[in-house]
């Protein structure tokens, strides 16, 4: 035991006495010094081995924070513009600082990744090249984030909460607050960052002793997160809103000090996340002559002004969000000390900014700027529908014209929805320009992405970009468009003879790292959008049954046996660590990949309504699922298909009877056709309900239960404008449906047909 202690000392001297570099700090370093210390101490030590010479200068000496070589070049925290960086030579000295709280933080990770080629890919994953010498000209280089306010919300965090965040310079991630060990976040008091009106006057408080406060909506008072909003011109309110603002300021002032982090500097104050507003005669009047933004913006300003009577380095933020996107008229503008957070739900993500057809939300950020001081944006990287997030579309090679677009029109700050992790599209590849391209808009995009495809990918990087570059082309020839709730037909954009050419390429990106697992599984996640879409695509495909009962024999060129065996042995592991903690994730995952493998033709006879006609068959691996809670996708052997779509009926009041089902057409934003049924037929078991005939449009689908939780997306070419009569296979199982009956009270779903007529 003495001598293996022993061997471990020599071990640890040895280590030590080959380092030819030495970081020092200040006498008593901040949380945040030391935090920087310990990064470059980490780091150099899995960089270095051998001699670190600088400026031809050896024994280096980095001083980190606020030295006293920082004092005597007035380089200090407190000199310096927050978020400035510096680094800099002077002799064998290395200095190291900036201003404010995360100055020293980022030079030290901008000498770590401009010097050294270390880079941070996620919480999970970074690159240091293997250790040698290193020998790098004398230093002076300098910086600031050119956005003032950089957030990416990523949701499912992983073990390190914050740190990557800090390590790529955003000073906001998300939900979760930035440690003083980090230099803490450009925070937000309380309550929230957005859609906060319910939670400054909440209708469980005030809806009943003074409906006037809230929006009248149908002819009715109502207020909340997804009912309505307030009635801003009710002079009343004012007062209310305004206490209850003042004492959030109150609490949050209080809660920073008790942390050690600096007091937050903006409170938002905004619309209920819903697309309701204030029907009564004043707003609408006042809406008339000035928009919903500046009936918004009146109210606002008058808050943020009495705010600054007490408060006058407080800035208070709002959303300009659907209705309110279109800028004021009449003379109203934001108040010097008022933020706007324009939200762009209108632009096709796939395509530039610069595109016609993104022309309406470009203008809308030209106009702002006329608006307002303070101008931020609020972005979508993901695409929310359920079941196609993570399709692949090549935004990256748009993201400079994007953040250049913003920045030359005074946009200070975006905030990024960019979570699902565990499925996105090139997820460590968009986050990584994301985050690039807010300290400087100007880098050269490809030269970025290049640098990615390399350090990232090794050998199988040029066949991955190659890759990426396909999925673009095809977009711009097919006209590709991909918004914020994209449907299954957006992807057609991708050809199957595009999906086919992708997969192939994607064959010899695997080859390339064969023999490297960690390379190997990155190709196999940047793989993983594309393995998706292909076992769909060929699903939708080949359920179509020719009215002889014959199955419609379509030679498709797509392979997605081997897209479902490659999702089957790559996907789960990625999910692991990434929604470790939403269990609901994994859930819905699995139920991908079961239904990925489910054979899509449903064995058994035609059913005997049906002979003699033509339809597509569309079984429970097509549908979708938005309630991972309720629902589950499950083997029932009671099923021709030996699947369905089970919901748990005791999880809402929705599924219990009357049973629904419907039309809904996305575009045009109406319910086409709907059936309520007061109770299921006598035979128990599976039953045909049938709703009847639709035209198909191109963004729709059916839904089924009074919570439309289970869905099947209709939006494919070969329906689209065609007429079918539409069935339902369900079955209703428990005592509230079959009285007398013992089972657990379950709605299964296993089928849904479109007959041609
Ligand atoms: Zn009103």
Redesign the pocket.
Known sequence: MRNLLFCFCLIILGAASAQTYRIAGPAAPLPHEATAMQELRDYLGRRINGDLIIGGQKNIVFQVGDTELAKANNLLSTQLPEEQWHIKSFGNQVLLNGGGTRGALYAVYHFLEDFCDIHWWSEFEDYVPTPSALELPALNKSGKPAFLYRDIYRTNYPADKVQFAVRVRLNRSGDVPIPAAYGGSFNYGPPYHCHTFDRYVPTAEYLDSNPEFF??VGGQRVGGQTKGQL????EALKPIFLNSLLEYIRQGEEKAKAEGVPAPRIYDVSQNDNRKY?E?D??MAFVEKHEHSGLYLTFINWLAGEVAKTHPQIYISTLAYHYSEPPPKGGIRAASNVVVKLTDTLTNQAASILEEENKVFKEFVEQWKNYADHLFIWDYAITFTRGLTGFPFASEFYYGDLYRHYRANNVSGVFWEHERPHMADMYELKIFLETKLFEDPDQDVNALINLFMDRYYGAAGPHILAYRQLVDDARKRNNGVVRWFPNIGSFQFLADEDVAAAQAILDKAEAAVRNDALLFSRVRRARNGLDRLTTRRQGAELCYRAKDGTIKDIKSILDSRSAAQRLQESWPAWVERYAAAGKGAMDAVNAELARSTTPTLPPGSVPEAFRGRSFYDFNAGFFENHSTKAISFIADPESPCGHAFRTSVKESHYYNLPFAIGFYDQGARKTLISKTFEKPPQKQGYNWYELGRVTIPRDGYVYTSRAWTTKLQTGLPQLIGNTYDIWVSAKLSGPQFYPGTEEPEYIWIDRILLVEP
């Open positions: 929006s009248l009635c801003l011109t009710n204030c009564c004043k707003c």
